[in-house]
């Protein structure tokens, strides 16, 4: 490598074998290779220090290469046996909960000396919120079918029925589900050998990813703890309808589920793409209800199976909890809080509901939500709130007027964080205190050297762990003039 400085050391698509010595945010492993020039950085995803693993190289620069873990080879000495199936999607399922808490906190505080400038942020800490469950907490869960299986014993992809998950780093090949995950919901998943036989018995034939064909593609399933129920929609193409006998279905989902099943939709998906939703096709209530009702400290929200909806809705009382109590951190008087990027208006209605004076406006870009969290406002009687659906850019220039009167602006945007165009127009608000709630605490330091740079001192910063067993964190920050 010293003899010709343009040269990479490994190839995109290259495997290699590593050992993990430490850890970086989101959840990425480190691992060093001597050579002449110095150490070789390698990151891998999903990693924890002390494995040796297996991973692909994605990219490679001359000091580094981001690599995709394929396989774990040897696990650390930290993590322990579990009574549930292991996933994909959850890969620190084995490593105990308050050593991931830990990497979580102190990798995010890092985040905030490194890309924000703020190098005393532990001055600014106020604590991390642990999830108060931290095994069966997700309220949706999404899985896959397909004609080809990874096969854990041959470590390959097999021509053969799967159900379950999509195998880590790939899109073709699905891990059979046997039993309960610990994520979702344990009877449903307990059931999934039963479900497949169902299916396999009916000579119904699994989505073939490479070549764009076959019947069964997706079940996704949301749950209620409040109602404790189960809302279910099957995704299929119409290739094999006649073939499929829906009534018998319905009859096998009340045998496992019973008074917890709340309904079944049946969307038809013909598109070749790798998505859900069907853009050509359609989605028939086969079965209940095609909603089910979450509570969130003391007020019921409908959720459709398209809403976005927080996904540990335990652990996300305690996230708005701790957005009012920020909103509430001084004690000047509430004139209008604007809540940006507000979803279904969740946390404007958890607001007006503790802080009754406050004039509360809610904006997102998405009609659908918007309609959602005007019809859960009326249902929840509270009032003093309106919601627009608009672009949150467009919507700060075509109401200047409450330039002035805004005591708080409430930001929680999607992972990509906020553009840099709109930002300068939240500053333009001049409100007194912001309140930013991110799920990717990487684009929050981004925005947070900016904010700074404008007038506004960081106050309070807390971490969420609303995903335990993964690398996702929530972050909030408490911003004031």
């Known amino acids: 490598m010293g003899n010709n400085r343009n040269k990479r050391l490994f190839k995109k698509g290259e495997r290699i074998e590593l050992t993990i010595i430490d850890l970086a945010f989101g959840g990425k492993g480190i691992a060093k290779i001597p050579t002449e020039d110095g150490d070789f950085v390698c990151f891998v995803d999903n990693t924890l220090p002390g494995q040796k693993v297996l991973a692909s190289v994605d990219k490679c620069k001359k000091k580094h290469a981001e690599c995709k873990l394929i396989e774990v080879l040897e696990r650390s000495d930290a993590e322990v046996e579990i009574p549930y199936q292991l996933i994909p999607g959850a890969p620190y399922a084995q490593l105990p909960i308050k050593m991931q808490e830990a990497n979580k906190k102190n990798t995010c505080l890092q985040l905030f000396k490194r890309i924000g400038k703020i190098e005393d942020i532990e001055d600014y800490y106020d604590e991390f919120l ?53 994520l979702f919901d344990a009877e449903l998943e307990n059931a999934f050998p039963k479900l497949k036989k169902f299916f396999m018995d009916a000579n119904l034939s699994p989505w073939h990813p490479p ?37 018998e279905f319905v009859a096998l989902l009340k045998e496992i589920l019973g008074e917890r099943f709340a309904g079944l939709l049946h969307t038809i998906n013909d598109s070749i793409g790798d998505r859900i939703q069907a853009t050509d096709g359609s989605c028939t209530l086969i079965y209940g209800s095609s909603k089910i009702v979450e509570n969130l400290l003391g007020l019921n929200f409908e959720i459709s199976m398209q809403s976005f909806f927080q996904t540990n809705p335990k652990c996300a009382e305690k996230l708005y909890q701790k957005v009012i109590d920020y909103v509430q951190a001084t004690d000047q008087k509430q004139e209008v809080i604007m809540d940006l990027f507000c979803g279904t208006g969740t946390i404007g209605q958890l607001i007006s509901s503790q802080i009754p004076d406050a004039e509360v406006i809610g904006v997102d870009i998405v009609p659908e939500a918007i309609e959602d969290a005007k019809k ?106």
């Open 130 to 182: 642990s999830s108060p469950d931290v095994w069966h907490y997700r309220n949706k869960m999404e899985y896959s079918f397909s004609a080809i299986r990874y096969d854990f014993d041959v470590k390959h992809d097999v021509d053969d029925f799967a159900f379950g998950f999509k195998h880590r780093g790939t899109w073709w090949m699905v891990e059979n589900l046997d039993k309960d995950s610990g």
């Open 211 to 247: 070549k764009k064909e076959g019947f069964l593609r997706f079940l996704v399933a949301r749950k209620s703890y409040a109602e404790n129920k189960l809302l279910l929609n099957l995704v299929t193409t119409s290739s094999e309808l006649a073939a499929f006998k829906m009534d």
């Open 376 to 481: 859960n406002a009326k249902r929840n009687g509270v009032n003093g709130l309106k919601f627009y659906a608009a672009d949150v850019g467009k919507f700060l220039q075509e109401y200047p007027q409450y330039k002035g009167t805004i005591s708080t602006v409430i930001l929680d945007p999607p992972r990509a964080g906020i553009a840099p165009k709109t930002l300068k127009k939240v500053v333009y608000l001049d409100a007194r205190r912001i309140v930013y709630v991110s799920c990717n605490p990487a684009t929050q330091a981004r925005d947070t050297e900016y904010l700074v740079s404008c007038g506004y001192q960081l106050k309070k910063v807390s971490f969420v762990d609303q995903f335990p067993h993964t690398s996702h964190v929530e972050s909030i920050v408490l911003f004031e003039k």
